[in-house]
């Protein structure tokens, strides 16, 4: 559960963090609020937005997929087996 969101945190603030090194590579201190104007901070929260669905989605439909019928955890001779995809 950390993992997805974790991946969804770092694709909504990529954007954030490619702006701030835009303007300090301009050789500005990227956090002077002069440069986070209400413009440029909704567009990089719709940005983020998107990078963070579209990830999501990506990572959804490109995911290994298993196939057969989960056997869950059993028994066998005394023994607890774990579950298994057969």
Do not use: K
């Not at 974790?6 to 954030?16: H, K, N, S, V, Y």
Request: glycine residues 10%; positive net charge.
């Amino acid at each position: 559960m950390w993992r997805v969101l974790l991946e969804a945190a770092l694709l909504f603030g990529a954007p954030f963090a490619a702006y701030a090194a835009y303007v300090a590579l301009r050789r500005r201190y990227p956090f002077a609020v002069d440069y986070w104007t209400r413009g440029a901070v909704s567009n990089l929260v719709l940005a983020g937005l998107a990078a963070a669905v579209g990830g999501a989605l990506l990572l959804g439909v490109l995911a290994p997929r298993r196939q057969g019928a989960y056997v869950p955890a059993h028994i066998e001779n005394g023994q607890l087996a774990p579950g298994r995809l057969d």
